[in-house]
């Protein structure tokens, strides 16, 4: 059966055809039958295979593939097993339709008054109150009014109605825009994951949603398992299941004792290929999705049946785990991808759309929530002091009576001054602000797209501003992780370059080729060059590519040698892992006895080594004495010129003498030694100029690699991590636990923190040590302010590490699923230079929203002010409600456009990281604030009081109900404008700079917008009558009015002279919450630090099958009693 041709698919025995004729589409098994054979584990799902299938070729067999070759790769057939058992792929909740937005951004309680209070303008403008009342009603229609002005006084109502709908609809907008670049992400993670399958007898890379029941999948080392399936045949696979049934506990996966694969489980280790049985929602992960109705509108019918279903779950499952959402930017409101785990609290949660509230965030919804505070109580002072002037002024001063036919005319009055009151609540309430930084966050992730990093977690965007350091891997990311084998050690030779092979012994070098071959993965090979002239194609683990290539280089083939063994024919693998730092290989040899082959850290198998091959490829004993001068006079010279140095070893065992396979300590033990390898991995040309930038921009690099100390020195100095002549420190793993381990093998705070502010080299580290670093610089409160640290990772056990720093990078080529899957950012080139760009990137977005905040906060004090004291005085807003809202429109969806996305600039780079808790408004900012505050203020009243007279034009002051619009309020209107829009430019610096030019003309969005707002304007104050309460303007009048704009400029110069240090009583403004504000999540952050559930490697990974098109949230969960013990932290 084990290499069964596609052309004998068709066999089978009579009896079984029988029985298949009632299935589905001619395939031997249904798709209940398979969900249910998927339910099941170890010994009754074998039990359950044999008796309905015989064995796992037999189900290969009713699925109609072949073990070996896999599918026949015909479109109709593929198309057909997707017919019959569905896609590869999890429905995601359908998006908000543009109306549901509009209706959302309807919900707004500002919006709502201002609805409200202009309808009733309305209803009350089309009564007419019987007769000639008006003057037993006081002065209400006296002045320069006629019968056509009388009758537009719906204009009002109808003009506020109609910039409602202008505001609902930008937002509207907005929301759907972000929503669609978010699923544009989202898909475009999904696509980049792909799965190998077998078909035609061929490697196939697929995308994951290409998967079919039937497909034969070769699982690795690092991989996200996208479907359920049985195992056929296994090396050494071992499977974390904790996102399915919270046990952490890796299991141990075998053809012969539990072959059960499921979907959004991770390879720990190991290797070995599957059928596929299941997919998309019949999947076990799928069949959770439909449970808690992701799928689709079903949500709400569900949403009862869910809590009954979560109750009957199995207790087991209420485990420890912190859910990451993947994509889960502000969006969905999407659910947990766990069944068993939801209490209320969390159901509750569940069914919100799960915000990823930042540090940026949190401050911004502080400082709104204030303003918003302090504008409402304005809002209100105003409407009472309108009323009660007018109360006073009509019944007390005038005498007079309140008849019952006046009541619509002062209705109508009190309903002018609660539209005052609004407005001046809509001024002063910022709803700009969420809107900037949506757009700002939005706008950087698509940019940043176009620099290598895509953006997994909309807050590690501008998180990465704050960066102070940045714990970076080795391989790949400050190298260019293309290895080449330069140096060996062959039959007592030390050869500096590739030797001859004639020069080699034809024992030695055949065993070379033979350990090499065999023992690395089938799936690494060197491939021909794709154009004439470059470099051989390097596919798979980069270190295996170059012992290769090494081979490649004596003129040898590996390709023959796999042939001959292929991988199912090898007997037993030790996969590599980071505690083993080795990987070994045995083969069954003709004369029926063994062959163990051995590659891995010299330091550590030359340990094992009890003999070596001289120059006659002969055995000559190794003793101690010869590993320490081996070290000294060719490993450490090796490393010092920068080499990872490999051992090959292998072991001869007899027919008689099998050993306990089980027992790998005995196993790889007694070993000869063939070779010692130096392998070089250039420094990448770049890096040492972006570790300048980084440590200019106060950013700490450190390296924290699995290499020797002597190589990681050596490349740390090429890249310009450590500087001659400086106070650091490099330390091995071993080195860094005893310092800052006590005497019971306890971390210590303290000790931690004498070691890592000097540390700057951690080699031979475990994922273990990685993450002790990170959480020590992270808790360590030695510094002014807490460190916010970024760290990259590629591999599997870089899991924890990457989910407990501030924002973690993943490689999107060298990256396995479970590291891409813990990460904030991937890197899809897997470079250095793109997390400087991404450093970048994050202050511009803390710049941009500081910038807006100048802009807006200086708009709001202005009208603010004006709106309330001009209606103190003179009973009437000089800014109508209508030119409040186009104000507000300009000030907060136009402003946010143009001042958030400002280009960054390399400049970001020469100043230290704000931190944590420096405040959104700097003392700077304040003084701009409010300096330009003044002018404008002044400006605005000196216009109000004496303008008519400058202007030599008719008062516009304490003018009756519905009096057409006068020339002097419309002044005072478009001068205001005219400010605004200079000082939109002034706000493009907040750190003092003088030229605010500076670089505008590398900003179109923003020279438009504000061009634009400038054309709008001209319209607006010209034609704009009635509703607008605006007057046309002579040309000399709008000269004047430009003149005092342009005046912002002049003004910005002198605010600029001032220093701020001689202004001591200016506050600063936008803490973020303090500690007793802290989140129920934030605690529950907390609860998650316990170091079991941090090191039991994927304790709280998320299902995130990346690749189904799936939806994801954040949930937290919180640790029952029971597991708060310690526990001896378990390291993979």
């Known amino acids: 059966m084990g290499d069964m041709a596609n052309s004998s698919i068709e066999f089978h025995p009579k009896p079984q055809q029988q029985r298949e004729a009632p299935h589905a589409g001619g395939f031997g098994c249904t798709l209940a039958e398979l969900r249910t054979l998927m339910e099941l584990r170890g010994a009754e799902a074998l039990q359950k295979i044999q008796e309905a299938y015989g064995d796992v070729s037999g189900l290969c067999r009713r699925l109609k593939t072949s073990p070996t070759e896999g599918l026949a790769d015909s479109t109709n057939d593929l198309e057909k097993r997707r017919q019959i058992y569905g896609q590869n792929f999890i429905p995601p909740k359908q998006p908000k339709t543009f109306l549901q937005l509009v209706w959302e951004a309807l919900q707004d309680v500002t919006l709502i008054i201002l609805e409200v209070a202009a309808i009733v303008s309305l209803g009350l403008s089309f009564y007419a109150p019987p007769g000639e009342e008006s003057e037993a009603c006081g002065n209400v229609s006296g002045g320069a009014e006629d019968e056509g002005e009388a009758e537009a006084g719906w204009i009002e109502g109808a003009a506020i109605l109609l910039s409602v709908i202008c505001v609902v609809l930008v937002t509207a907008f907005n929301d759907w825009s972000k929503e669609k670049q978010f699923r544009g992400l989202q898909s475009r993670i999904e696509q980049e994951q792909k799965f190998t399958v077998i078909r035609n007898g061929q490697l196939l890379q697929v995308p994951v949603a290409a998967l079919v029941v039937g497909d034969i999948a070769q699982v690795k080392y690092g991989d996200l398992l996208p479907a359920d399936g049985v195992l056929i045949q296994g090396n050494d696979l071992k499977i974390d299941e904790s996102s399915l049934t919270g046990e952490s506990d890796h299991v141990r996966k075998s053809a012969d004792k539990d072959p059960m694969l499921l979907s959004g489980t991770h390879v720990m280790e190991g290797s070995g290929r599957m059928v596929v049985t299941a997919v998309g929602v019949n999947s076990q992960t799928g069949i959770i999705f439909t449970l808690l109705g992701a799928g689709g509108e079903e949500e709400e019918k569900k949403d009862k049946k869910g809590k009954q279903q979560d109750g009957a779950m199995d207790s087991s499952q209420t485990r420890a785990k912190k859910q990451d959402g993947a994509v889960a930017m502000e969006m969905q409101p999407l659910k947990s991808a766990e069944g068993g785990e939801m209490e209320e609290r969390e159901k509750k949660k569940a069914n919100v759309p799960k915000k990823e509230k930042s540090v940026l965030q949190g401050k911004l919804t502080k400082l709104a929530v204030q303003i918003g505070k302090a504008g409402l109580v ?112 062959l039959g007592d030779t030390h050869y500096k370059e590739i030797p001859a092979p004639s020069a080699l012994t034809p024992k030695i070098l055949d065993l070379l ?166 392998i070089e991995d250039p420094v990448r040309p770049e890096v040492p100029e972006a570790i300048r930038k980084c440590q200019r921009a106060g950013i700490t690099v450190r390296m924290v690699t699995g290499d020797n100390i002597n190589t990681a020195r050596a490349i740390a100095a090429k890249c310009g991590i450590i500087q001659p002549g400086e106070d650091f420190l490099c330390l091995e793993g071993k080195e860094f636990n005893r310092r800052i381990r006590n005497e019971k093998g ?246 003092g700079e003088r030229n605010v030019f500076d670089g505008i003309f590398s900003n179109p969005i923003f020279c438009t917008i504000v061009l634009g707002t400038f054309g709008i304007q001209i319209v607006i104050v010209q034609f704009g009558g009635k509703p607008f309460s605006c007057s046309p303007l002579s040309t000399e009048q709008w000269l004047w009015c430009l003149f005092v704009g342009v005046g912002e400029l002049v003004w910005g110069q002198v605010i600029a002279t001032i220093p701020t240090s001689q202004l001591k009583c200016l506050k600063e403004a936008g803490h973020g919450p303090g500690k007793d504000e802290m989140t129920d999540e934030e605690l529950a952050e907390g609860e998650e630090e316990i170091d079991h559930a941090e090191r039991e490697l994927r304790r709280g990974q998320i299902l995130w099958f990346r690749g189904l098109n799936r939806i994801q949230t954040q949930v937290w969960y919180s640790l029952p009693a029971h597991m708060a013990a310690p526990v001896q932290p378990s390291v993979v």
């Not at 080499?643 to 790889?668: H, K, M």
């Not at 599997?796 to 990460?823: R, Y």
Request: net charge neutral; hydrophobic share 45%.
């Open 513 to 678: 080729v033979h350990a090499i071959s065999i023992n690395s993965a089938y799936t690494t090979k060197i491939l021909p060059p794709e154009k004439e002239g470059a470099l051989p194609r390097q596919v798979g683990n980069k270190t295996e590519c170059a012992l290769l290539g090494f081979v490649l280089d004596l003129k040898r083939d590996f390709q023959p040698v796999r042939e001959q063994i292929p991988e199912d024919k090898l007997y037993k693998v030790y996969t590599f892992n980071s505690v083993r730092k080795s990987m070994s290989t045995v083969i069954r040899m003709p004369d029926g006895g063994f062959r163990l082959f051995s590659k891995g850290a010299s330091e550590i198998l030359l340990k094992k080594c009890t003999n070596i091959l001289n120059s006659n490829g002969e055995l000559r004993s190794f003793r101690p004495r010869d590993r320490d001068d081996m070290v000294k006079k060719i490993i450490e010279p090796m490393a010092c010129d920068g080499l990872r140095t490999i051992c090959i070893a292998y072991r001869d065992f007899s027919a008689g003498q099998e050993p306990d396979w089980d027992n790998e300590n005995e196993v790889v033990g007694d070993l000869t030694c063939i070779a010692v390898v130096g």
């Open 378 to 489: 304005m809002s209100a002072i105003t409407v009472i002091i309108l009323v009660l002037y007018f109360v006073i002024e009509t019944f007390v001063v005038d005498g007079r009576m309140w008849l019952a036919e006046c009541t619509p005319v002062y209705v109508q009055y009190f309903v002018k001054f609660f539209i005052i009151g609004v407005t001046v609540l809509v001024v002063a309430v910022p709803e700009g602000l969420p809107l900037a930084v949506t757009i700002s966050l939005a706008y950087s992730v698509k940019k940043m797209m176009k620099d290598n990093n895509l953006v997994r977690h909309l807050d590690a965007c501008e998180t990465m501003g704050n960066a102070t350091a940045i714990c970076s891997d080795k391989t790949g990311t400050l190298t260019t992780n293309r290895m080449t084998v330069v140096q060996s050690y």
């Open 746 to 991: 306890e971390i210590e705070q303290e000790r931690l923190d004498k070691v890592w502010p000097k540390l700057r080299v951690l080699a031979r580290s475990s994922p273990t040590d990685k993450h002790t670093l990170v959480k020590g610089i992270i808790d360590s409160t030695t510094g002014e302010q807490r460190q916010v640290v970024a760290v990259t990772g590629d591999g599997t056990n870089d899991g924890p590490a990457l989910k407990k720093a501030d924002v973690g990078f993943a490689m999107g080529i060298a990256g396995t699923d479970v590291a891409k899957e813990a990460s904030d950012i991937i890197l899809t080139d897997d470079n250095f230079t793109s997390i400087v760009k991404a450093v970048m990137w994050g202050r511009n977005v803390y710049d941009s929203i500081s910038k807006f905040l100048q802009f807006q906060l200086t708009v709001n004090v202005v009208a603010v002010i004006v709106a309330f004291t001009g209606a103190c005085i003179t009973q009437d807003s000089p800014l109508k409600a209508v030119q409040m809202l186009w104000v507000n429109l300009i000030m907060d969806t136009f402003a946010s456009l143009a001042l958030a996305t400002e280009p960054p600039t390399e400049s970001l780079l020469l100043r230290k990281p704000y931190g944590r808790d420096k405040p959104l408004i700097s003392r700077t900012m304040m003084k701009n604030i409010l300096g330009h505050a003044v002018y404008q203020l002044t400006i605005i009243f000196t216009l109000l009081f004496v303008g008519e007279l400058f202007f030599d034009i008719d008062s516009g002051r304490n003018a009756p109900l519905h009096s057409p619009p006068s020339e002097h309020y419309t002044i005072i209107f478009n001068t205001f404008v005219m400010m605004q829009l200079f000082n939109e430019i002034n706000a493009r610096k907040i750190h």
